[in-house]
């Protein structure tokens, strides 16, 4: 099971085998992958950029010179993630081992701090050589992945290790690099996403723009990690999550109660909610003519954080701040202290940045220091980040 929409970048090497990228690609879309192709120069030999640009429904890079404004391979590297090299030739793997970047693809793997996976396709003579295997090995010590490739017929008459696997064996590596391990299994983590509604009338009220992608991505990851989630969702579209008990509310005094019904039973409470912080002082039964529509006074809605972090025991109490000035790091801090948070994710939402969108970026605070700057993701990826932070400060052991 993989989350929808995280981006890979698929680099293609110049082998015989580059063909049968082009199943991989399709085989990773069906996963929900977002795909962007990166062809060497000689791997077009055997498959050419419009093939790619095709499947992916996406342009398709191979050279450093062509963006140079936009510094593609930096920005590239920084929004994947994950890069696949598949196939990865004996070159490729000689010019990655020495740390070359003498094209766009190699430039991108210097540039990225995202997992790599590597999947070797060549003649056994050349997979079993001696510089390959060292390379393989020098590779592998850097925290790289790379295949083993299968073992069977080659081009031509010979048989032997050296085969580009099924697309199948490396979507389960995929897997295996980036679904997390069961490491919050019997943790029990409740979140909360969307946006509250506060009713004016019978058919208004007072929201925000919150999608609540956020805190279902939240649930998602926890779940993904064993997890036993309870997600308080306001008014929002996203689908159900297999395995996630999810408590619809409207307001903000219904997610209150919600939340604070489950607060002392869970570890990590994540409150990706953006919830209204008035709402009217009266609710009119009937719909308000224009006339009395011109003011409304507004109520102070109770602040759930702030509430039960008075009765905070040994929670993981985490907080979202989205702000719009320059004074974000310090409101941010403010929110930190008066709601007694372990971490908070401060986020600038000028513009209407990040609400509805899939991807993310900013920082991760606690009372004392940055923890960790998010660097534009996933909001998938973004909650593994915090979930990794929850799962330390309680203490539990890595898998
Ligand atoms: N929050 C909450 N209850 C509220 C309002 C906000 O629990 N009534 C939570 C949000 O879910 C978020 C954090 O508090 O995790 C910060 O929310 P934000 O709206 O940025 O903070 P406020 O304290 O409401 O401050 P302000 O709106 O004045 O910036």
Redo the contacts with the bound molecule.
């Keep these: 099971m993989f989350p929808r929409g995280r981006e890979v970048i698929l680099g293609v090497g110049g082998g015989i085998s580059a063909y049968k990228s082009a199943d991989l690609l399709r085989r990773l879309q069906d996963h929900g992958f977002l795909i962007t192709v990166i062809p060497t120069r000689s791997s077009q030999n055997f498959v050419g950029s419009a093939t790619w640009a095709a499947l992916s429904g996406r342009p398709v890079h191979d050279d450093l010179w062509s963006d140079v404004h936009s510094i593609a391979h930096i920005d590239l590297a920084k929004r994947a993630d994950l890069i696949i090299i598949a196939p990865t030739t004996a070159d490729l793997l000689a010019r990655i081992a020495s740390g070359r970047a003498d094209d766009l693809l190699t430039n991108v793997l210097l540039a990225t701090t995202s997992p790599i996976l590597l999947v070797p396709a060549m003649h056994t003579e050349m997979w079993q050589n001696a510089a390959t295997q060292a390379n393989v090995e020098m590779i592998r010590s850097r925290g790289i992945t790379v295949l083993e490739p299968d073992v069977g017929r080659m081009t031509g008459e010979d048989v032997g290790a050296g085969r580009y696997p099924e697309s199948a064996k490396i979507i389960s590596a995929v897997e295996d690099i980036l679904d997390h391990k069961a490491d919050l299994r019997g943790v029990k983590v409740l979140v909360?996403a969307g946006g509250t509604r506060e009713p004016i009338d019978p058919v208004r009220y007072l929201g925000n723009l919150s999608s609540g992608k956020q805190g279902y991505a939240v649930a998602y990851a926890a779940a993904v990690r064993g997890a036993q989630v309870t997600l308080v969702a306001a008014n929002s579209a996203e689908p159900a999550i297999e395995g996630v008990e999810i408590i619809p509310v409207t307001t903000?005094q219904q997610m209150y109660e919600a939340v604070s019904a489950r607060f002392d039973q869970c570890d990590v409470l994540v409150?990706?909610?953006?919830?209204?912080?008035a709402k009217p002082s009266h609710e009119s039964d009937e719909k308000l003519a224009k006339a009395n529509y011109l003011s409304i006074e507004l109520t102070p809605?109770?602040?759930?954080?702030?509430t039960l972090s008075s009765f905070k025991d040994e929670q993981i109490m985490i907080?979202?701040?989205?702000?719009t000035g320059d004074d974000g790091i310090e409101?941010a801090r403010e929110?930190y202290a008066?709601?007694k948070l372990d971490f908070?994710y401060l986020n600038d939402v000028s513009g209407g940045a990040i609400f509805g969108q899939e991807r993310t970026s900013g920082l991760i605070l606690d009372g004392k220091s940055v923890v960790a700057e998010i660097h534009e993701c996933s909001k998938v990826t973004l909650a593994h980040k915090l979930l990794d932070l929850a799962h330390d400060k309680l203490g539990l052991p890595n898998e």
Excluded: E, H, R, Y
Excluded at 271 to 277: I, N
Excluded at 319 to 323: D, H, L, R, V
């Design positions: 909360t903000a409150m990706s909610a953006a919830v209204a912080d809605t109770v602040d759930i954080l702030k907080g979202f701040a989205a702000q409101k929110k008066a709601k908070i």
